[in-house]
Nanobody
Framework: QVQLVESGGGLVQPGGSLRLSCTASGFPFSTYTMIWHRHSPGKERELVASISPTGGTTNYADSVKGRFTISRDNAKNTVNLQISSLKPEDTAVFYC??????????????WGQGTQVTVSS
């Protein structure tokens, strides 16, 4: 059974930090690109960060560059998102997403249920 379970969300004051974690099971984690998205009310879902299967390549949305850091531990089947210098506009549900495209071009996607991050004083 495939599972992606996010944790670490919560209420934080502007300027604060949080560390989100996503623990995966039921699929070969080390072969999947891992992605964090966020979805704020009234806005489209936004891809905020991604990391390659080996962790050697990371990418970030312009809106979070310099504030968010994605990392993974393939031995523990976890991907983390360190978020800092938080702003009220960072308030969103953050989702963990696993994606793999095989040699035949078939893409497999798995999603977590999300964790709420609320930035407010």
């Amino acid at each position: 059974q495939v599972q992606l379970v996010e944790s670490g969300g919560g209420l934080v004051q502007p300027g604060g930090s949080l560390r989100l974690s996503c623990t995966a099971s039921g699929f070969p984690f080390s072969t999947y690109t891992m992605i964090w998205h966020r979805h704020s009310p009234g806005k489209e879902r936004e891809l905020v960060a991604s990391i390659s299967p080996t962790g050697g390549t990371t990418n970030y949305a312009d809106s979070v560059k310099g504030r968010f850091t994605i990392s993974r531990d393939n031995a523990k089947n976890t991907v983390n998102l360190q978020i800092s210098s938080l702003k009220p506009e960072d308030t969103a549900v953050f989702y963990c997403h696993a994606r793999m495209t095989d040699v035949w071009g078939i893409t497999t996607d798995y999603w977590g249920q999300g964790t709420q991050v609320t930035v407010s004083s």
